[in-house]
T-cell receptor, first 111, second 111 residues
Framework: RKEVEQDPGPFNVPEGATVAFNCTYS??????FFWYRQDCRKEPKLLMS???SGNEDGRFTAQLNRASQYISLLIRDSKLSDSATYLC????????????FGTGTQLKVEL | NAGVTQTPKFQVLKTGQSMTLQCAQD?????MYWYRQDPGMGLRLIYY???????DKGEVPNGYNVSRLNKREFSLRLESAAPSQTSVYFC??????????FGQGTRLTVV
């Protein structure tokens, strides 16, 4: 089983829609959680960190469920510019605190 | 503020040639990483370095060597390039459990 799993999509949604992505992780020693955004073949960039209490940044809301070992990302009022691949990233304790990526979920927002 | 700098941005190699990809960060980060990304696939960890003087294998280390020259620099070497190593290579760095920052990537083609 992969350490971090995501639905690869693509998710095709109309502009203005609400879309949610989930990411599951297998190692309970996971310490830090992030969502990154990657545009076509460019470097990943941090979208937001994910905190235990949940956090919101404008149209984006991230949640962490440690008991079920998943994190989620909710995007409200989707824009065309939100089209990208969204990567779930965790940092495990031990073993040098290694960054581990999910394979990413592709989002396409359409008119 | 340069962040993470990778060189070169593009490279074409012939099978059997060698080359070194350079990565430098100016954020005083302890950890540095090398990933490769193939079309339609997620980021796969090649090697990482939790601190100056230490390196560890990731998911796909075969055919590569690394060197953590100092705290700032982490290089990736292909001793005898193969077509299977055609990919986009990303370097990243972070401190502890904090977010990672990426270089702009090196697009390598081996013919």
């Amino acid at each position: 089983r992969k350490e971090v799993e995501q639905d690869p999509g693509p998710f095709n949604v109309p502009e203005g829609a609400t879309v949610a992505f989930n990411c599951t992780y297998s190692n309970s020693a996971s310490q830090s959680f992030f969502w990154y955004r990657q545009d076509c073949r460019k470097e990943p960039k941090l979208l937001m960190s994910v905190y235990s209490s949940g956090n919101e940044d404008g149209r984006f809301t991230a949640q962490l469920n440690r008991a079920s070992q998943y994190i989620s990302l909710l995007i409200r009022d989707s824009k065309l510019s939100d089209s990208a691949t969204y990567l779930c990233v965790i940092i495990l304790t031990g073993g040098g605190n290694k960054l581990t990526f999910g394979t990413g979920t592709q989002l396409k927002v359409e008119l | 503020n340069a962040g993470v700098t990778q060189t070169p941005k593009f490279q074409v190699l012939k099978t059997g040639q060698s080359m070194t990809l350079q990565c430098a960060q100016d954020m005083n980060h302890n950890s540095m990483y090398w990933y490769r990304q193939d079309p339609g696939m997620g980021l796969r960890l090649i090697y990482y370095s939790a601190s100056e003087g230490t390196t560890d294998k990731g998911e796909v280390p075969n055919g590569y060597n690394v060197s953590r020259l100092n705290k700032r620099e982490f290089s990736l070497r292909l001793e005898s390039a193969a077509p299977s190593q055609t990919s986009v290579y990303f370097c990243a760095s972070n401190r502890g459990f904090s977010e990672a920052f990426f270089g702009q990537g090196t697009r390598l083609t081996v013919v």
